[in-house]
């Protein structure tokens, strides 16, 4: 909450969190998950709405959602009104995802006053689905949530050659470290026509805020990123 309160002070229009930000991504089965599940109007949601509100500021940002007896690997979509525009569920799932997560039915485009919005959780990235989606509709911005794992290749290398003609900027916010014996990549970063504008180290927590041209970073050394764009 501390670097949603940050970004919102940098007056950022649009902050995005991690996948599963409130939670870490590991999880053995549905059971050990349950716990931690809220709906989409919860206490997560409920915090980042009073941020939201106070600053103006849009946040996505990644949790588990319960709806029902289901869960999903989803992201809360919040306007610059505190108002929920969407929980949008991960559609493409990774192998830790089938442990306990059911997978999302639809892409999400919304209109912000920064432009439009699209939304994507990690391995959707690799979903043809969603990469004609974002190259059909052409967002200004892509909120890219994500616990990309580190296979020792530069990732962002791949994510540019996902979005050839995709013209909108792509806000990639990354965990980093262990969990539970994966590693995770890092190097949140903002990408735009087969550019890397900005992106931060492998490890520490930080925070990339700016316009495009303009992008600084700020870092400490705690459990996972951010990114913002104004």
């Known amino acids: 909450m501390a670097w949603a309160e940050r970004a919102g002070q940098l007056g950022t229009d649009v902050l995005v969190c991690p996948e599963l930000a409130t939670t870490g991504y590991v999880w053995r089965d549905r059971a050990a998950l349950l716990p931690h599940a809220e709906p989409a109007e919860g206490p997560t949601f409920a915090a980042l709405a009073e941020v939201a509100r106070a600053h103006g500021m849009w946040i996505v940002c990644g949790y588990p959602e319960r709806a029902g007896d289901l869960l999903y690997n989803a992201a809360l979509v919040i306007s610059h009104t505190g108002t929920l525009v969407d929980s949008y569920r991960k559609v493409l799932l990774f192998r830790e995802d089938l442990h306990w997560s059911e997978p999302g039915d639809h892409r999400l485009l919304c209109t912000t006053p920064f432009g439009t919005l699209a939304t994507g959780i990690c391995m959707d990235l690799n979903d043809p689905g969603f990469t004609r989606f974002l190259a059909r509709r052409q967002p200004d911005v892509v909120a890219f949530c994500t616990n990309w794992v580190d296979q020792g290749e530069r990732v962002e290398w791949y ?47 930080g925070l990339i805020y700016g316009s495009e041209g303009n992008f600084t970073s700020t870092a400490t050394s705690s459990s996972s990123d951010t990114s913002g764009a104004r």
């Open 159 to 205: 994510w540019r050659e996902r979005l050839a003609g995709v013209r909108g900027l792509f806000v990639a916010a990354d965990s980093w470290g262990d969990d539970e014996g994966i590693r995770f990549y890092g190097r949140s970063g903002v990408l735009r026509g087969g550019r890397t504008l900005l992106q931060l180290g492998p490890n520490g927590d």
